[in-house]
């Protein structure tokens, strides 16, 4: 079974600290990996996507796979109140597109 | 133009009630996709289609048909629905069905209630 896991949390961190989310998967042929952010009663909002082993950074952004370990993750600096949501992982599985967690709750405490 | 166009935002239903989603992209995407979302959970896979052929249907009930009338515009067509039916249905598209291509943009949604 293909599964993406992610703590639910919450996770509270202080303003200005760094915000770290992980995400694990089970399937080895994965080839793409993407980062949603969505606020509550709104939709997903696309904010990062990774595809080779590494760091990839925009802006506040990094996001970070290692294939080997089936482990992707999201740091987010300089956190602001405003980056309180849920932060979903997805997964692209060949033919079968995106799966993804369940999400995690962020908190950024003011 | 960047966006995914969801009508209507809410919609309030009866369970002998026919109604439709209606989603729109002008964006050149040949992917677009259904999902379902519950509060507090991830959005779960409806159908998908690609190049305007459905080609992922993730058994779903009769009671939900999908329709694609061109590449830019994408349906869902609601028929005796159930209360447990209630979610947000989410709209997204993307550039194709190829893993590095298969970014998501989704709409803003519509809140349906069934009655």
């Known amino acids: 079974q293909k599964e993406v896991e992610q703590n639910s949390g919450p996770l509270s961190v202080p303003e200005g600290a760094i915000a770290s989310l992980n995400c694990t998967y089970s399937d080895r042929g994965s080839q793409s990996f993407f980062w949603y952010r969505q606020y509550s009663g709104k939709s997903p909002e696309l904010i990062m996507f990774?595809?080779?082993?590494g760091d990839k950074e925009d802006g506040r952004f990094t996001a970070q796979l290692n294939k080997a370990s089936q482990y992707v993750s999201l740091l987010i600096r300089d956190s602001q109140p405003s980056d309180s949501a849920t932060y979903l992982c997805a997964v692209n599985i060949g033919a079968d597109g995106l799966t993804f967690g369940k999400g995690t709750h962020l908190i950024i405490q003011p | 133009d960047t966006e995914v166009t969801q009508t209507p935002k809410h919609l309030v239903m009866g369970m002998t009630n026919k109604k439709s989603l209606k989603c729109e992209q002008h964006m050149g995407h040949r992917a677009m996709y259904w999902y379902k979302q519950k509060a507090k959970k991830p959005p779960e896979l409806m159908f998908v289609?690609?190049?305007?052929?459905?080609?992922i249907n993730e058994s779903v009930p009769s009671r939900f048909s999908p329709e694609c009338p061109n590449s830019s515009l994408l349906n869902l067509h609601l028929h005796a629905l159930q209360p447990e039916d209630s979610a947000l249905y989410l709209c997204?598209?993307?550039?194709?069905?190829?893993?590095?291509?298969?970014?998501?943009?989704f709409g803003s949604g519509t809140q349906l209630s069934v009655l």
């Open positions: 997204a598209s993307s550039q194709d069905r190829s893993g590095v291509n298969e970014k998501l943009f």
């Open positions: 990774i595809y080779s082993n």
């Open positions: 289609y690609s190049y305007e052929k459905l080609s």
